[in-house]
């Protein structure tokens, strides 16, 4: 199995940037669909913001955050990576790498391996 630690959250000012970083032991990612998600504290549930296909053929996005976010992979340091530009306070969160091994999906039921997450607070 796969363990996944995030990084980079912090605090930033709306229309800034940030870059989130995954970092995985225990297993290539190569292994894996991949997806970054996120999750408010007062909710139970985690909703999709981005997925890529073991490859990195298939990248889908939200459409909230399509055009400011982007995922990548770096299958030589085994890291999942996500830049965040022109954020908005509506991206506070706590953000989360998941790792499927079933299929690439925006479910995040279909996720096996969590990360422990990685709190975002943008300010206006």
């Known amino acids: 199995q796969v363990q996944l630690v995030e990084s980079g959250g912090g605090l930033v000012q709306a229309g800034d940037s940030l870059s989130l970083s995954c970092a995985a032991s225990g297993d290539s990612l190569r292994h894996y669909a991949m997806g970054w998600f996120r999750r408010k504290a007062s909710e139970k549930e985690r909703e999709v913001v981005t997925t890529i296909s073991w490859s990195g053929e298939i990248i889908n996005y939200a459409d909230s955050v399509r055009g400011r976010f982007r995922i990548s992979g770096d299958n030589d340091k085994n890291r999942l990576s996500m830049g965040m530009n022109m954020v908005k306070p509506r991206d506070t969160d706590v953000y989360y790498c998941?790792?499927?091994?079933?299929?690439?999906?925006?479910?995040?039921?279909?996720?096996?391996?969590w990360g422990q997450g990685t709190e975002v607070t943008v300010f206006s």
């Open positions: 998941g790792a499927s091994i079933q299929a690439l999906s925006a479910a995040p039921e279909m996720y096996d391996w």
